[in-house]
């Protein structure tokens, strides 16, 4: 139900935009998680409703989510690349329904996108 795109290779310094598109239904919340080779998922942003956005202190000022109710869309504008920021990015969403937990753990999340690999050189 959630489709990521937009990945690809940039230098460091340059910009991507990252758009997870979901079909079958509209979610209330929304997020972006990302994976390096040998080290656990972790938490990028996250936007939902009526909310403003949130994000990992290591890519505050430099990303940024937004969605589009229209298109059922999120996306991430990365800006500033750093090559640590190399990884797979996932998009993720919950259910409709009261969240109890952080929005920065995984295990909040019951949908996720197939991930979508950006490279960034130095």
């Known amino acids: 139900q959630l489709q990521a795109s937009g990945g690809g290779l940039a230098h460091t310094g340059g910009s991507l935009k990252l758009s997870c598109a979901a079909s079958?239904?509209?979610?209330?919340?929304m997020a972006w998680f990302r994976q390096a080779p040998g080290k656990e998922r972790e938490f990028v942003a996250a936007v939902r409703v009526s909310a403003s956005p949130t994000y990992a202190d290591s890519v505050q000022g430099r990303f940024s989510i937004s969605r589009d109710s229209a298109k059922n869309t999120v996306y991430l504008q990365m800006n500033r690349l750093k090559p640590e920021d190399t990884a797979v990015y996932y998009c993720?969403?919950?259910?409709?329904?009261?969240?109890?937990?952080?929005?920065?753990?995984?295990?909040?999340?019951?949908?996720w996108g197939q991930g979508t690999q950006v490279t960034v050189s130095s």
């Open positions: 993720a969403a919950p259910n409709n329904r009261p969240i109890n937990t952080s929005l920065r753990r995984p295990a909040t999340y019951d949908y």
């Open positions: 079958g239904r509209t979610f209330n919340a």
